[in-house]
């Protein structure tokens, strides 16, 4: 039998004697960056540490852009937000032992979110591995036990001729479907060691397509041609798999309503005739895709935000489509086509027979004005008034970033994302924090539009430290901060379920004299005046900070 390596990559002569004769001076750090740049990156965030050092000295000799924040959840949150924004690899370079574990709340959202977040880390020297107690400063018994029940992969490197096939292996792992964050971690004196390793070049890691078993999508589409009331529920996993025109096109050939899951924000047009927008905590929502004879259920696992905290209990056939093998059928039995959203959509658009129904329009205007009474009859006319502020202030294009906190939670059901990939907030784990490190990496993956931020003043506080950050990177990040002197979300639930809140009411600084401190220009703004202050900061360049004293309300609940 022979082989033909005819595809194997051939070195010219000059590459050839750069290989036989690497430059001086490199060490594991080098052979880091240098596996990085050949797998594509082009930007890394993170934060120095003692163990890591060799990693960092050696971004100096690269073509790399580095982005370092002031703690390293942050730093996180900035890679996740990357990688949702460009679809690409999120490098992010920790320490070893504290510096890693404070990573690992903003690695969770990335898992939830599916960001393709690459973490690499130091380890104590070598000597040390294996669980000893040598006392080595940041030591950990096994670093790598405490993220792999968070990460897709974890990958240990002993060696220097380690490190290229370590990366690499694990940049596949995170944009394999679905993408998510990885681990790799590397001895501090393997990063030091001086290496004559050749220069690393181009590597591979291009993960294999995942598309759809053809018999499932045969009898898929079988379903929703002879379906009565077909309707469709469209996850994070279309924006990520860049799946809305499929999308588009598939409802409008079947005439089947169109609800966006808060992940999926923008997945969907939301003033289009059949688009029930994103109103899922609604029992009028949740009563008509129960009715819905046939569900198709694209990019969502059906989790507690996406089926009005578990309440909906649809009565006709689903059909799932998700790319994450585990979410399928975990909630809902279903017809299940394990496939990226694209790629199932677009076999399904091939293969269902249009099918026309003059009803589905105005079902859906039905719906949306009883939606709209539901509100109307809660006095929520602030909240309404500051959501459409925002709106009219933001560029269509630009992205948003929402941490946890009321004007997100409102913003989940109410706010048009003009655009898929527009609208990103922490609510897969739903920790605090999130919305201005995360708008800080999207800045640094596109400096050419700005980019909103908005928290509550308690998740502020959780990141103010990368207000120097922004400052010294000048990135276009415009950050909301809605001060209603403590966990606003928090409190009202307390009130519900106990009758008073406890340990939700802060002291807080004042955010505008401290971001001016930091050199970032901030305004104190009203309701009245929100959308003109907002977009005149979203306008200018560099960072803004805009700080509204208003203390808002979520709308009743409908699944209790």
């Keep these: 039998m022979s082989h033909d390596h005819d595809d194997r990559p051939q070195l010219t002569a000059a590459q050839a004697e750069a290989a036989l004769n690497p430059p001086p001076g490199r060490n594991g750090g ?14 890394v965030f993170g934060l120095p540490g003692q163990h890591a050092l060799g990693m960092f000295d050696a971004l100096r000799r690269s073509s790399l852009s580095y982005v370092g924040l002031r703690v390293e959840n942050n730093a996180g949150f900035a890679a996740d937000a990357y990688g949702r924004i460009t679809g690409e690899v999120a490098p992010l370079l920790l320490s070893t032992g504290p510096g890693a574990l404070t990573s690992l709340a903003a690695l969770q959202e990335a ?10 880390s130091s380890q104590i020297p070598t000597a040390g ?23 897709k992969s974890v990958h240990t490197v002993r060696t220097a001729s380690q490190v290229p096939s370590a990366i690499a292996a694990a940049w596949e792992s995170a944009l394999t479907a679905p993408h998510g964050p990885v681990w790799v971690e590397i001895p501090q004196d393997v990063l030091l060691a001086e290496t004559t390793l050749p220069v690393v070049s181009a590597l591979d890691a291009t993960p294999r397509e995942l598309y759809s078993r053809p018999e499932l999508t045969v009898a898929a589409a079988h379903l929703l041609s002879k379906a009565e009331r077909p309707a469709i529920i469209a996850g994070g996993g279309v924006v990520r798999s860049d799946a809305a025109g499929k999308l588009l096109a598939l409802a409008e050939k079947i005439d089947a309503p169109v609800v966006t899951t808060f992940g999926g924000k923008g997945a969907f047009p939301w003033e289009h005739p059949l688009s029930l927008q994103s109103w899922l905590e609604d029992r009028w929502t949740t009563d008509f895709l129960e009715s819905a004879d046939v569900l198709l259920v694209v990019g969502s696992g059906l989790g507690e ?30 017809l299940g086509i394990h496939s990226d959203a694209r790629e199932a959509l677009a076999g399904l658009l091939d293969a269902v027979e249009p099918r026309k129904d003059d009803t589905a329009a105005e079902r859906v205007r039905e719906l949306l004005e009883r939606v709209r009474e539901r509100i109307a009859a809660q006095d929520l006319t602030l909240e309404q008034r500051v959501i459409a502020s925002v709106r009219e202030a933001l560029p269509d ?11 997100a939670y409102w913003a989940w ?53 990368e207000l120097a950050t922004v400052r010294q990177y000048d990135l276009p990040v415009t950050w909301l901060i809605v001060d209603d002197g403590g966990y606003g979300i928090l409190r009202e639930y307390m009130t519900g379920a106990f009758g008073e809140a406890t340990a939700t009411e802060l002291s807080r600084p004042d955010f505008v004299a401290l971001a001016e401190s930091f050199g970032v220009p901030a305004v104190r703004t009203t309701p009245e005046t929100l959308a003109a202050d907002l977009g005149k900061a979203l306008a200018a360049p560099g960072p803004s900070v805009v700080v509204l004293p208003a203390l808002l309300k979520m709308f009743e609940p409908t699944h209790l």
């Design 397 to 407: 294009t630009s992205p948003s970033f929402w941490d946890m906190t009321i004007l």
């Design 305 to 334: 935000l996406s089926s009005n905290y578990h309440t909906f209990a649809p009565r006709g056939r689903v059909i799932q489509i998700e790319a994450d093998a585990g979410k399928l059928e975990s909630n809902h039995p279903a």
């Design 111 to 120: 898992a939830a979110a599916s960001a393709p977040v690459l973490a690499i």
């Design 30 to 43: 080098d052979l880091v960056v240098e596996t990085l740049q050949g797998l594509g990156a082009t930007t």
């Design 129 to 151: 591995l294996g669980g000893g107690r040598h006392g080595y400063l940041h030591e950990l018994r096994d670093q790598k036990a405490s993220f792999r029940d968070i990460v």
């Design 413 to 465: 059901s109410a706010f048009d994302a003009r655009h898929p990939n527009t609208m990103h907030s922490a609510q897969g784990a739903g920790g605090l924090g999130y919305g201005f490190p995360a708008a800080i990496g999207a800045a640094a993956a596109d400096r050419t539009r700005p980019v909103l931020a908005v928290s509550g003043d308690g998740g502020a506080m959780y990141s103010i430290a």
